[in-house]
């Protein structure tokens, strides 16, 4: 199993261009979740789903997008990259059910220059 | 999702138990504790989770208080493997999402 898998791992961005980061994950699992967790800091919840088609806000969903076409996909739009969001963006996922723990992605790390 | 208190860091020597702490107060009946840990800049690992029992697995055992108000995360021999930020965080409850709010861990540095 591949588990969840995150691309690009790295990648810079100029103030104001685009980007989708993508997440996508090979265990079935119903529920998937977006993380930025910035230096020296713990990891803060962007936007989370519950199943294809339903997304919803975390704690700082402000400057991104989220869309759940499919159970395994789950991509995190940057429109207009401004420098606050530099950081290191992961992608989690789970059963719908809470006996099971998150599994993590590696990571990408964003520079907004 | 109930909040959690945590040392910012700890310490311990190679070999010794680790013993970590996690207060957790306002955690109601059908909450979960969860244990995840951050290896440098990794994404984080599941290590163990419980609701009332204490719980073991190969990686660590959980110790939850009998009112639940706290529990202790124990690694039995720590490794210079095991230097990582842990995470003791409550989930579950009427959140049926289960989201993960993450608040800042302890530092464990594990001593040679």
């Known amino acids: 199993n591949a588990g969840v898998t995150q691309t690009p791992k790295f990648r810079i961005l100029k103030i104001g261009q685009s980007m989708t980061l993508q997440c996508t994950q090979d265990?079935?699992?119903?529920?998937m979740y977006w993380y930025r967790q910035d230096p020296g800091m713990g990891l803060k919840l962007i936007y989370y789903?519950?199943?294809?088609?339903?997304?919803d806000k975390g704690e700082v969903p402000n400057g991104y997008n989220v869309s759940r076409s499919t159970t395994e996909d789950f991509p995190l739009r940057l429109e207009l990259a401004a420098p606050s969001q530099t950081s290191v963006y992961f992608c989690?996922?789970?059963?719908?059910?809470?006996?099971?723990?998150?599994?993590f992605g590696s990571g990408t790390r964003l520079t907004v220059v | 999702d109930a909040k959690t208190t945590q040392p910012p860091s700890m310490d311990c020597a190679e070999g010794r138990a680790a013993n970590l702490p996690c207060n957790h107060s306002?955690?109601?009946?059908?909450?979960?504790v969860y244990w995840y840990r951050q290896i440098h800049s990794q994404g984080p690992q599941y290590i163990i989770h419980?609701?009332?029992n204490n719980e073991t697995n190969e990686m660590a055992s959980l110790i939850i208080t009998e009112d639940r108000k706290s529990s202790t995360l124990i690694l039995p021999h720590a490794t210079l493997r095991d230097t990582a930020v842990y995470y003791c965080?409550?989930?579950?409850?009427?959140?049926?999402?289960?989201?993960?709010?993450f608040g800042s861990g302890t530092r464990l540095l594990v001593r040679p």
């Open positions: 265990m079935n699992h119903n529920y």
């Open positions: 419980g609701l009332k």
């Open positions: 306002t955690i109601s009946g059908n909450e979960y």
């Open positions: 989690a996922s789970s059963y719908s059910i809470p006996d099971y723990g998150y599994t």
């Open positions: 789903s519950v199943g294809a088609g339903i997304t």
């Open positions: 965080i409550v989930r579950g409850g009427m959140d049926s999402s289960y989201k993960l709010i």
